[in-house]
Structure formats: C-alpha cells, structure tokens
Nanobody, 115 residues
Framework: VQLQASGGGAVQVGDSLRLSCAASGSIFSLYVMGWYRQAPGKQRELVATITGGGSTNYADSVKGRFTISRDNARNTVYLQMNSLKPEDTAVYYC??????????WGQGTQVTVSS
C-alpha cells in the first residue's frame, strides 16, 4: 500500500489543523490506520489509531484535542488536531498496518506550532 500524507503547516498555539492520508494499492478497510509523530531528537511515537471498523485509540497527550477518522470509500484517514500546543510540533507520519500484509509508512508532513 502507498500512503500520501498532507495538511501540515505552521500555526499558532490554539489553532487547528487537519491532516489527511490517502492510501492506494490495497484494500484500505483491512488495515489499522495510524498517525505517529517524531519531534527533533525524540523517538517516533503513536498519536492515534483507527481500525477498519472505526475503533480508535489515542495517546494520552492528545486525548480530547485530536480526532482520528477514516473514510473507507475514499481510502483516506484524517487527523483533526485542535487546541494545538508547541509540544505538538513534529513530523507526522501516516501508517497502515495489517498482521499478515505488513506495515507501511507515508512520507511525513511537518506540523509546527509556535507561541
């Protein structure tokens, strides 16, 4: 599966952004889709995941501020990010995972939040 992330940018504290990740090349609904992020000097960390059926999981640091969703008809997963903080600054990566088919990564999109 190929993944193309978009929607990053430079915003102010408290602003919102919506990231999108378009998938192609396989049966999208089979995959658990996730967003991860990596800040400078830190390890990549989980932000949120969503199953094909819509069950979600969030990192504690983004609960109540970020919402992951997917449109299986459009082969797209979204990350709505509200009330952004400087610590949300990172490169955000889209991931597609299936226990047999493997794990695939998009190219990353930069999110910068300044105060």
């Amino acid at each position: 599966v190929q993944l193309q992330a978009s929607g990053g940018g430079a915003v102010q504290v408290g602003d919102s952004l919506r990231l999108s990740c378009a998938a192609s090349g396989s049966i999208f609904s089979l995959y658990v889709m996730g967003w991860y992020r990596q800040a400078p000097g830190k390890q990549r960390e989980l932000v949120a995941t969503i199953t094909g059926g819509g069950s979600t999981n969030y990192a504690d640091s983004v609960k109540g501020r970020f919402t992951i969703s997917r449109d299986n008809a459009r082969n797209t997963v979204y990350l709505q990010m509200n009330s952004l903080k400087p610590e949300d600054t990172a490169v955000y990566y889209c991931n597609a995972a299936h226990f047999r088919l493997g794990s695939f990564w998009g190219q990353g999109t930069q999110v910068t939040v300044s105060s």
